[in-house]
Every structure is written in structure tokens, then in C-alpha cells.
């Protein structure tokens, strides 16, 4: 057994040292320990790697936030134990890391199960919103969510001690990191690709998972060409930890059973290089005319990409998908143009330039805003601000700014809209 800490994700390791490799990834807000009653049955036929997400447990504070991203970072800690080919099993946000592997990395993954999970987690304004809550006020308000997000009632009545640990795990995870894995779930998508996960795969889900409950696990089975659901009653999204046994005994089985023919690394056949052979060099001609080179052509103007496309992803990124979807749907045959103007000039050609980030753009936004009174697109762009990383404390001191630039009764009733939004969004529905 060992624990360490490697430069990319903080690994443990338990089992025999040659035995094949089934990796084991955590939900957003726990950390490996949420394994812990799979380990006694699983290491009797693997070497087990557990990891903890940036920022979890004891893992360094740095954030990484997508599903893509942390899968490059195990991977990289994997080649530095000489780890080729695995198994894996993730719950949550470790399931959305086995389905980008499943992806991204086919050739490496031997079997796959996916615990907790769905193709996309909720809507990316719901995780959204987390970032904001945690801003505002840390991580208690998603500690005390963890009970009925993470166990049944029955559970969590019956083993109060249990369900403290989770708290506490939550209440102890990184700020920064988890607002990071939360715009990881936001941005997680995997729908349209489903068919290209070529491994065995186990979708396992507790019966009262409010997180990602039977229905998304029906949609991953239904997607994914070879694979089996497995629902685990009497349990809700870390089933894991609430039903232990059972879930232990589906994945010794599906490992046991779908691993694929070998675990030996696959030899890459070495490149061989392409040997150019000079032609006969013409000898010079004496006295001879230089010939006459026409002017080269004028380059073709280089293709400018359509902003639109683009302009809509960020708009939607800063200003969420309900928002942009109630403007789009509500334009007709005489504002459609107009939408169309917005999302590929303000937001593809402007919002999209490199030279301003998102926090000082917003704070721009903010500034003019309150100068014109425009309040309602002041609302909007205070939710905008929020999602981009400001806090409740500097949307304060903007507008304070604003009032000596710009008018005490203009900040005034800035002040107004931007109290209500900051109440509405820093105020987590269970």
C-alpha cells in the first residue's frame, strides 16, 4: 500500500504490485475514501489507484476546470507509474472523467464502469450557480446540501455518523477547485458521442439518485453499444458508500467478466524516416540572361470564420443557457435579425477579443450600465458578473464607484436590481 503525491493528481495505490490496474475516480466533493468498502474484495484480483480531484482531501489547491482536463492529468500521473492499460470505474464527476477516457483515449482503457453519472449533469446554469454560492458564502452551503443530495432519508437517519463525514469532506474541499469541477460538469456533454464509447461498460445507479438518476443511466445504456444497466436499490448518488456490497459485487463481476483480452501494452511500430535523394544539380551557363520571374500573385485574403457560432457558445457561457433561450425562441420574423446581431457582433466579434477577461469586461458592463439606467440588462449582466468570477463584494464596490462617476440616483437604483439578483443568485434551492 502506498499514498504520494505526484505533480498532476494525488494518487493511493493498494493491492499487488503486478496485478492489472483498475482505477477508481471520485464525485465532485469526495475524495477516494468514498471507496473505501470496495477495497478489501476488489484488490483481490487488482492493483486499485484511487485519485482525489484537485483540491479534495489532501490534494494541491489547482483548479482544473474541465472533464477533459483532469482526464489529461491522470493519465500523465498514470505514465509516471508506468500504467499503459486499466480498468476504470468513476462515480459523478469521476464518471464524466471514464466516459472522456472511453473518448479520448480508447487504447488505454480495458473495461469501463460509470457510476452516478449521466451524458450531461443537470443544466450548465445549475453548476453555474453553485460557483456563485460559493463565492458569496464558501463551501457550508453545499455541505449542508450533501445529506439529501448524497443518501437517502432512511440512511441518512439511520447512520449519523456517516453522513458527518460527508459533510465535513465537503465543508474541507478547496473553494477555487470545486467552482472549477463545477464549470467541468457545466461544460460536460457527451451525447452526440455515446456510439464512439467502444469498451464494456457498466452503468451503475442508485434508484434514488437525485443527481444523475435512472433515466440518465437508461440514456447511457441506450447510447453506449456495449453496455449493461445495473440499478442498486435503496440507494440515492454516492451508492458506493450507502450500499457497499452490492455495488462491490456488481463491479468484481463486470471487471471480472468484460476485461478485455490483454493488458500488455500495444507496440507503437517505429517510424521509419524518408530518405530524399538529391537530384543532378544543372552546372551554370555562362553569360546567360537571368530569366524573367513574374511577380508573385497577391496572397488570397485569408477565410474569416462566421462569429455566430462562437458569439452564441459565450453568450451562453456568460449569461446562461435559460436566459439566451428565452431571447432566441421569443424573436420573430422582426427581431430575429436583430438577435442574430447581438450574438455575432457583441458577443463573437467584442465579448470573444483577447485583450479584456471576462471579470473586467463584466465590470465595464456594470459601469455602463448604471450610466444609461438601463436596469433590466443591468440584471442580466449582474447574473453575467457573478458567473465570471465576481463577488458580491466587488459588484458593491463597482457601483460605488459608479455613483461618483455617474450619478447617486443612477447607482441608487443600480443598487436595487443588483441586491435582488445577488439574494436570488447566491441562494441555493435544495
Not at 142 to 168: C, N
Not at 336 to 352: H, I, K, M, P
Request: proline share 9%.
Amino acid at each position: 500500500m502506498s499514498e504520494k503525491t505526484a505533480d498532476t493528481l494525488q494518487y493511493r495505490s493498494d493491492g499487488p504490485a503486478d496485478a492489472p490496474v483498475l482505477v477508481l475516480g471520485p464525485s465532485l466533493g469526495a475524495t477516494w475514501h468514498m471507496w473505501d468498502r470496495q477495497i478489501a474484495e476488489l484488490t483481490a484480483r487488482h492493483r486499485v489507484l484511487r485519485f482525489d480531484l484537485p483540491g479534495h482531501g489532501g490534494s494541491p489547491a489547482e483548479p482544473v476546470a474541465s472533464a477533459a482536463g483532469l482526464t489529461d492529468r491522470l493519465l500523465t500521473t498514470l505514465d509516471t507509474l508506468g500504467v499503459q492499460r486499466f480498468g476504470y470505474a468513476g462515480a459523478g464527476l469521476g464518471a464524466a472523467v471514464g466516459a472522456d477516457l472511453a473518448l479520448r483515449a480508447p487504447q488505454r482503457l480495458a473495461s469501463l464502469a460509470l457510476v452516478g453519472a449521466s451524458p450531461r449533469f443537470g443544466t450548465a446554469d445549475e453548476y453555474r450557480q453553485r460557483g456563485v454560492v460559493v463565492r458569496a458564502h464558501g463551501m457550508d452551503p453545499m455541505a449542508r446540501l450533501t445529506p439529501e443530495q448524497w443518501f437517502t432519508p432512511a440512511f441518512a437517519a439511520a447512520q449519523p455518523a456517516i453522513v458527518d463525514w460527508a459533510v465535513q469532506m465537503v465543508r474541507t474541499t478547496d473553494p477555487g477547485c470545486y467552482i472549477a469541477a463545477c464549470e467541468a460538469l457545466a461544460a460536460f456533454d457527451v451525447r452526440a458521442d455515446l456510439a464512439r464509447i467502444g469498451v464494456p461498460t457498466l452503468v451503475l445507479v442508485g434508484s434514488d439518485d437525485r443527481v444523475a438518476g435512472p433515466a440518465a443511466a437508461r440514456t447511457l445504456v441506450a447510447g453506449i453499444p456495449d453496455a449493461r444497466l445495473a440499478v442498486v436499490p435503496a440507494a440515492a448518488h454516492l451508492a458506493p458508500v450507502e450500499q457497499p456490497a452490492a455495488v462491490t459485487d456488481l463491479l468484481v463481476r463486470h471487471f471480472a467478466a468484460s476485461w478485455q483480452d490483454t493488458l500488455a501494452d500495444v507496440p507503437v511500430p517505429p517510424q521509419t524516416p524518408t530518405a530524399f535523394a538529391p537530384g543532378p544539380v544543372a552546372a551554370p551557363v555562362p553569360d546567360a540572361q537571368p530569366a524573367q520571374v513574374p511577380a508573385p500573385a497577391a496572397p488570397p485574403a485569408p477565410h474569416r470564420p462566421d462569429p455566430y457560432e462562437p458569439g452564441l457558445k459565450l453568450r451562453r457561457e456568460v449569461l446562461g443557457d435559460a436566459h439566451v433561450d428565452a431571447a432566441l425562441d421569443s424573436a420573430d420574423d422582426f427581431t430575429r435579425d436583430f438577435q442574430e446581431l447581438v450574438t455575432r457582433y457583441a458577443w463573437g466579434e467584442v465579448w470573444s477579443r483577447d485583450g479584456l477577461d471576462r471579470r473586467t469586461r463584466s465590470s465595464v458592463a456594470l459601469t455602463a450600465l448604471t450610466a444609461r439606467g438601463h436596469l433590466d440588462d443591468l440584471a442580466v449582466h449582474t447574473r453575467a458578473a457573478l458567473r465570471n468570477g465576481l463577488t458580491p463584494t466587488e459588484i458593491r464596490e463597482i457601483l460605488l464607484q459608479a455613483a461618483v462617476y455617474c450619478g447617486v440616483p443612477a447607482a441608487n437604483a443600480a443598487f436595487r436590481v443588483a441586491a435582488r439578483v445577488i439574494r436570488e443568485e447566491t441562494t441555493l434551492e435544495p
